[in-house]
């Protein structure tokens, strides 16, 4: 047998890692031995999900090469060891420690390096670059750093460049504590993707969520002050004072080897290649973001990846016509929670393009078209707020449309066309990041060879880089009359209610055990909590205790619901909307010594909103020791059972709502389920207490109680539907326990009790036979679930209160305790208490409108004289 020949690759990132994976799986033969010098001293790792690192992800979860790759024995990987020298004559590659490669091929994949303007104090302690996890690291020292100094007074930070990366690297000084400033030369945010439309949306959204932006100005200088912070000028002449300043002001090929070595580069830098991706020396080729293809270079992974496939198919032999044509510029992405996608002609530079608009400022949405000049080809498009059209739309990328481009865009309801996934030719481009057309995803299923979105995954490699086209895949094999998977999460292939049912049957208390037998992989944010809650209802135990800590979500982790500008919201528990004198007087003295915003719910509870997350176990220990607990209004749990004053009180009720109401919510009070759970008790038919807008309502009759099930309000309220008439108490009580667990049993992660109903093969005739009738033989179990639950309830704050460990959890920064949250800022806004950067909407100030708000004389009281006694 032959000796394998040497390929030589310089670079390590996503698209040298991209290459010798499809090398390696093209060359059956074992023709090619790779040799790999990486820059960094880590193997290759997703940089598109970057950001993430800065929260929960760690190294491991970002890594690209399995142990898979390292075992290979035709594949050598050197870290920490670039090239740093080249002789073409006799293709021989030295590295920086010394090492001499000698190469039949060699394949440049060094990528890009980010451009740093010369603004003096650029090079200053304090000023970074977002592109390497060793960045986010030396990133997230120094924001520890500034958090924990307390004289400091520079708890901001300064994010020099507008663009995708500066949107995420503001992001992530947010989450480490900082308030981020974002300084964009352009006069708009993302000036490549959105236009200036979308781009003022952009500008407003991300504003409201509290980042400061400042368009249309650039950096003068950066210098540090007497206190050791730093202070950015701005053209204009704003002055900013930081801790931190990150630029983030595009990238530059890193072309410097190359040059040293005597190839072209382009006019713009990087190195100049052929469609096939070979540089001006035949043994040399060049990929990714260092490559410059017909003199232009590309900042997106996705033509990185197609450019690695064509050199691979070279080399490999299996596809010796492979060319590099065209680069798919499309990207959809969530910055701050908020949608942008941009694709195709995007400005309109088309001859006779014409432009779509729509922009909705009330729903906080942009949508723009661009079509050709008979308005039946679509060019291309911006989406700004909600993007979940953007698949579909970019599918018809140069295509037909099926109807006219406004109603492809337009709301629901008013002239919307449903595009769905049958209407896209073959040719449409699914997942743009591996150029996954519709017509490969219909092929691979069609053969057999997938029937289910992870096999999909795997055979065509569409929805494995970013995922945002992973929804779409499922669309496709329904389209192809496959059943498609009720999977939970790409780690469980059960369903929820088929993971209820095992974890219910073998009584495994942990999501590892679970995992380790049922499973794959390390989970997700879907599978985790989705889990944590099924443990919760089963196994009992505090949501924070060892493991099932980790598994929670945002507002789970703190017992507290998160508000827009990183504050809590706490609300106590008031069964039925009871409360003493002394209680209302308690919650009252809390929301005075520590600066709360108080709220009446429409619940008939009270929620405090403004508390920082050092202060909540402050706050709880006020509560508690007032008889107070949680009211689970951050949970998926039971939140209130609203009442009316019934018999009490009123003359037209005929049963003890209130009673009721109190009784019920003490007895589901922390029952973990799908998604929230709301009721409400009426005293009479005059329903004052809302109850068929609840998950479970309860209306009194002469003769007992009315059950109605599934309402619910929201975006698309619905009203609930009868269950079971003129029960007695008992018989009540017994039917919401098994419709409750019936529920938390069967129904899909986040689905509520409304669309739950309707999902059931005979709906509420069916729930009636299974909870009433016992039909499927389960009501036993049911009733012992319940009691299961009433059993082992505990008030989850007064459990950390308990608990050192637990307690340890609530603080702002872990090296810094008691330090307050910098970012945190309030202002009065007509006498109220709000997050400073509100949200701009109808005015509300009725004096600003012209109308008189003199107020009404104060009456005094006295004693009350009859009509027509005597003065």
Same mark, same amino acid.
Request: hydrophobic share 40%.
């Given at each position: 047998?032959?000796?394998?020949?040497?390929?030589?690759?310089?670079?390590?990132?996503?698209?040298?890692?991209?290459?010798?994976?499809?090398?390696?799986?093209?060359?059956?033969?074992?023709?090619?031995?790779?040799?790999?010098?990486?820059?960094?001293?880590?193997?290759?790792?997703?940089?598109?999900?970057?950001?993430?690192?800065?929260?929960?992800?760690?190294?491991?979860?970002?890594?690209?090469?399995?142990?898979?790759?390292?075992?290979?024995?035709?594949?050598?990987?050197?870290?920490?060891?670039?090239?740093?020298?080249?002789?073409?004559?006799?293709?021989?590659?030295?590295?920086?420690?010394?090492?001499?490669?000698?190469?039949?091929?060699?394949?440049?994949?060094?990528?890009?390096? *980010?451009?740093?303007? +010369? &603004?003096?104090?650029? /090079?200053?302690? =304090?000023?970074?670059? !977002? @592109?390497?996890?060793? #960045? $986010?690291?030396?990133?997230?020292?120094?924001?520890?750093?500034?958090?924990?100094?307390?004289?400091?007074?520079?708890?901001?930070?300064?994010?020099?460049?507008?663009?995708?990366?500066?949107?995420?690297?503001?992001?992530?000084?947010?989450?480490?504590?900082?308030?981020?400033?974002?300084?964009?030369?352009? *006069?708009?945010?993302? +000036? &490549?993707?959105?236009? /200036?439309?979308? =781009?003022?949306?952009? !500008? @407003?959204?991300?504003? #409201? $969520?509290?980042?400061?932006?400042?368009?249309?100005?650039?950096?003068?200088?950066?210098?540090?002050?007497?206190?050791?912070?730093?202070?950015?000028?701005?053209?204009?002449?704003?002055?900013?004072?930081?801790?931190?300043?990150?630029?983030?002001?595009?990238?530059?090929?890193?072309?410097?080897?190359?040059?040293?070595?005597?190839?072209? &580069?382009?006019?713009?830098?990087?190195?100049?290649?052929?469609?096939?991706?070979?540089?001006? #020396?035949?043994?040399?080729?060049?990929?990714?973001?260092?490559?410059?293809?017909?003199?232009?270079?590309?900042?997106?992974?996705?033509?990185?990846?197609?450019?690695?496939?064509?050199?691979?198919?070279?080399?490999?032999?299996?596809?010796?016509?492979?060319?590099?044509?065209?680069?798919?510029?499309?990207?959809?992405?969530?910055?701050?929670? &908020?949608?942008?996608?941009?694709?195709?002609?995007?400005?309109?530079?088309?001859?006779?393009?014409?432009?779509?608009?729509?922009?909705?400022?009330?729903?906080?949405?942009?949508?723009?078209?661009?079509?050709?000049?008979?308005?039946?080809?679509?060019?291309?498009?911006?989406?700004?707020?909600?993007?979940?059209?953007?698949?579909?739309?970019?599918?018809?990328?140069?295509?037909?449309?099926?109807?006219?481009?406004?109603?492809?865009?337009?709301?629901?309801?008013?002239?919307?066309?449903?595009?769905?996934?049958?209407?896209?030719?073959?040719?449409?481009?699914?997942?743009?990041?591996?150029?996954?057309?519709?017509?490969?995803?219909?092929?691979?299923?069609?053969?057999?060879?997938?029937?289910?979105?992870?096999?999909?995954?795997?055979?065509?490699?569409?929805?494995?880089?970013?995922?945002?086209?992973?929804?779409?895949?499922?669309?496709?094999?329904?389209?192809?009359?496959?059943?498609?998977?009720?999977?939970?999460?790409?780690?469980?292939?059960?369903?929820?209610?088929?993971?209820?049912?095992?974890?219910?049957?073998?009584?495994?208390?942990?999501?590892?055990?679970?995992?380790?037998?049922?499973?794959?992989?390390?989970?997700?944010?879907?599978?985790?909590?989705?889990?944590?809650?099924?443990?919760?209802?089963?196994?009992?135990?505090?949501?924070?205790?060892?493991?099932?800590?980790?598994?929670?979500?945002?507002?789970?982790?703190?017992?507290?619901?998160?508000?827009?500008?990183?504050?809590?919201?706490?609300?106590?528990?008031?069964?039925?909307?009871?409360?003493?004198?002394?209680?209302?007087?308690?919650?009252?003295?809390?929301?005075?010594?520590?600066?709360?915003?108080?709220?009446?719910?429409?619940?008939?509870?009270?929620?405090?909103?403004?508390?920082?997350?050092?202060?909540?176990?402050?706050?709880?220990?006020?509560?508690?020791?007032?008889?107070?607990?949680?009211?689970?209004?951050?949970?998926?749990?039971?939140?209130?059972?609203?009442?009316?004053?019934?018999?009490?009180?009123?003359?037209?009720?005929?049963?003890?709502?209130?009673?009721?109401?109190?009784?019920?919510?003490?007895?589901?009070?922390?029952?973990?389920?799908?998604?929230?759970?709301?009721?409400?008790?009426?005293?009479?038919?005059?329903?004052?207490?809302?109850?068929?807008?609840?998950?479970?309502?309860?209306?009194?009759?002469?003769?007992?109680?009315?059950?109605?099930?599934?309402?619910?309000?929201?975006?698309?309220?619905?009203?609930?539907?009868?269950?079971?008439?003129?029960?007695?108490?008992?018989?009540?009580?017994?039917?919401?326990?098994?419709?409750?667990?019936?529920?938390?049993?069967?129904?899909?992660?986040?689905?509520?009790?409304?669309?739950?109903?309707?999902?059931?093969?005979?709906?509420?005739?069916?729930?009636?036979?299974?909870?009433?009738?016992?039909?499927?033989?389960?009501?036993?179990?049911?009733?012992?679930?319940?009691?299961?639950?009433?059993?082992?309830?505990?008030?989850?704050?007064?459990?950390?209160?308990?608990?050192?460990?637990?307690?340890?959890?609530?603080?702002?920064?872990?090296?810094?305790?008691?330090?307050?949250?910098?970012?945190?800022?309030?202002?009065?806004?007509?006498?109220?208490?709000?997050?400073?950067?509100?949200?701009?909407?109808?005015?509300?100030?009725?004096?600003?409108?012209?109308?008189?708000?003199?107020?009404?004389?104060?009456?005094?009281?006295?004693?009350?004289?009859?009509?027509?006694?005597?003065?």
């Amino acid at each position: 047998m032959l000796e394998p020949r040497t390929v030589v690759v310089v670079g390590h990132g996503m698209v040298g890692h991209r290459f010798v994976e499809s090398l390696r799986r093209r060359d059956t033969e074992g023709a090619w031995r790779v040799v790999v010098l990486a820059e960094e001293s880590r193997p290759a790792y997703d940089r598109v999900a970057l950001s993430s690192y800065v929260g929960e992800a760690t190294e491991d979860d970002l890594a690209l090469a399995d142990d898979e790759f390292h075992a290979d024995g035709l594949v050598e990987l050197h870290l920490d060891d670039p090239a740093v020298a080249v002789d073409r004559s006799a293709r021989r590659v030295t590295t920086r420690r010394g090492r001499a490669v000698d190469y039949d091929e060699l394949v440049l994949a060094t990528g890009s390096v *980010p451009f740093v303007p +010369p &603004v003096p104090g650029h /090079d200053l302690d =304090g000023v970074f670059v !977002y @592109r390497t996890l060793d #960045d $986010l690291d030396g990133l997230r020292a120094a924001a520890e750093t500034a958090t924990a100094d307390a004289g400091a007074g520079r708890r901001s930070g300064v994010v020099v460049g507008g663009g995708l990366l500066g949107l995420e690297a503001a992001n992530a000084l947010r989450q480490l504590g900082l308030s981020p400033h974002v300084v964009e030369m352009a *006069p708009r945010l993302m +000036p &490549v993707q959105v236009d /200036d439309a979308g =781009g003022a949306l952009l !500008y @407003r959204l991300v504003s #409201d $969520l509290g980042l400061r932006v400042h368009t249309g100005v650039s950096t003068s200088s950066i210098a540090r002050d007497h206190r050791g912070g730093l202070t950015v000028t701005l053209s204009d002449g704003t002055e900013l004072d930081a801790s931190v300043v990150v630029f983030s002001a595009g990238i530059r090929p890193a072309d410097a080897l190359a040059r040293e070595i005597g190839l072209d &580069v382009g006019e713009r830098g990087g190195v100049l290649v052929d469609e096939r991706c070979r540089t001006t #020396d035949e043994h040399v080729w060049a990929i990714g973001e260092v490559a410059a293809v017909r003199g232009r270079t590309y900042g997106l992974v996705a033509p990185g990846y197609a450019m690695a496939e064509v050199v691979a198919g070279r080399l490999a032999g299996d596809d010796a016509e492979a060319r590099f044509t065209e680069a798919d510029l499309s990207t959809k992405l969530k910055l701050l929670g &908020v949608d942008v996608a941009s694709f195709g002609d995007a400005h309109a530079t088309t001859a006779g393009a014409l432009e779509v608009r729509l922009d909705d400022p009330v729903t906080g949405t942009y949508s723009k078209l661009v079509v050709s000049d008979d308005a039946r080809t679509l060019l291309g498009g911006v989406l700004v707020g909600d993007a979940s059209n953007y698949e579909t739309l970019r599918g018809f990328l140069g295509a037909e449309l099926p109807g006219d481009p406004m109603s492809l865009i337009a709301p629901a309801g008013e002239g919307a066309v449903g595009v769905g996934i049958d209407a896209l030719p073959d040719g449409a481009q699914i997942c743009s990041c591996n150029a996954v057309t519709k017509g490969a995803l219909v092929d691979a299923i069609a053969s057999g060879e997938a029937t289910t979105v992870p096999q999909l995954k795997a055979c065509t490699r569409a929805g494995t880089t970013c995922g945002s086209c992973v929804p779409t895949l499922g669309k496709v094999l329904a389209s192809c009359g496959v059943e498609v998977s009720k999977a939970l999460c790409e780690h469980f292939a059960q369903s929820r209610a088929e993971l209820y049912e095992i974890v219910l049957a073998t009584g495994l208390a942990t999501f590892s055990e679970i995992l380790a037998a049922y499973g794959t992989g390390h989970g997700c944010d879907v599978c985790k909590p989705a889990v944590a809650s099924m443990l919760a209802t089963l196994a009992g135990g505090h949501v924070l205790d060892g493991e099932s800590a980790t598994l929670q979500d945002t507002n789970d982790h703190a017992l507290a619901n998160m508000q827009r500008n990183g504050t809590y919201s706490v609300v106590p528990r008031l069964p039925g909307g009871e409360v003493t004198g002394e209680g209302l007087i308690a919650i009252g003295e809390v929301a005075r010594d520590f600066g709360l915003y108080t709220k009446i719910t429409g619940g008939q509870r009270i929620d405090m909103f403004g508390a920082r997350l050092d202060d909540l176990p402050r706050i709880w220990k006020r509560l508690v020791d007032a008889g107070f607990e949680s009211g689970h209004a951050y949970g998926k749990a039971l939140r209130t059972v609203k009442s009316c004053v019934g018999t009490d009180w009123c003359r037209y009720g005929v049963q003890d709502s209130v009673g009721l109401a109190v009784a019920l919510e003490l007895r589901y009070r922390g029952l973990r389920s799908p998604h929230k759970l709301k009721s409400g008790v009426s005293g009479c038919a005059r329903e004052c207490a809302e109850a068929r807008s609840k998950d479970f309502g309860i209306i009194a009759t002469e003769h007992g109680w009315n059950l109605y099930v599934g309402g619910n309000g929201g975006f698309t309220p619905r009203h609930a539907e009868l269950l079971a008439s003129d029960l007695d108490t008992g018989t009540l009580v017994r039917t919401i326990d098994r419709y409750l667990m019936f529920y938390v049993r069967t129904a899909d992660r986040l689905q509520r009790t409304a669309p739950w109903i309707e999902s059931l093969e005979g709906g509420i005739d069916h729930l009636r036979e299974v909870v009433i009738e016992d039909s499927l033989g389960i009501c036993a179990s049911l009733d012992e679930q319940m009691a299961r639950h009433v059993r082992s309830y505990a008030d989850e704050w007064a459990a950390v209160l308990d608990d050192p460990d637990k307690l340890a959890r609530f603080t702002s920064f872990v090296n810094a305790p008691g330090t307050p949250d910098p970012t945190i800022e309030f202002v009065d806004h007509l006498g109220r208490r709000v997050p400073a950067g509100m949200k701009e909407g109808q005015p509300t100030d009725l004096g600003s409108l012209g109308f008189d708000t003199t107020p009404a004389p104060t009456r005094i009281a006295g004693p009350t004289i009859p009509v027509g006694a005597p003065a």
